[in-house]
């Protein structure tokens, strides 16, 4: 009875154009299947690049502290300003200057053992008196910038030092 099977089934022969369509068809669906691979993969890299961007995003924007501080000095001394940036008196905008230092010391100490915001990447030390007074230091370039600014809100004050920045 098997030899009858294999007698039988030796005899069955398939078209040859059948052939060659049904080898097209396969290739084709491979085909296919790689395309929808490729593109689930690329699918999966767009999505990881766009949470390494937002998380690059988030961790490069700007962060700022403001915290109150007393200076202890009435009188400052800055010593020879080689770079007076800005003092602008407008009747709503208040007051706002910015000096450059020749050293650390020049500003008040104060002020550096505050917690440092970010601001355009840059770390800088913001306080605020009881007074009112805005006080920011920060070295920029291997300067040492000490800024005031008098009468103004927290969103005028830094971005007058996002412009010095």
Known sequence: MQEQYKKVNDRIHVPEELMRRTK???RREEKKR???AIRRYTALAACFCLVCL???RFSAR???IVQEVEIDRTEMSIGLNLGKHEVEADGDKGVFQADVCETREEVPEELW???PSRISG???YIGKTADGVWH???ENDGE???ATGEGMQEDEFTDRLKDIL
């Open 144 to 146: 040492v910038w000490y």
């Open 54 to 56: 937002g998380a690059w």
């Open 34 to 36: 790689k395309v929808r």
């Open 113 to 115: 053992e505050l917690e």
């Open 122 to 124: 840059q770390e800088i």
């Open 24 to 26: 097209d068809a396969v």
């Open 136 to 138: 920011a230091a920060f």
């Open 62 to 64: 700007d962060r700022i």
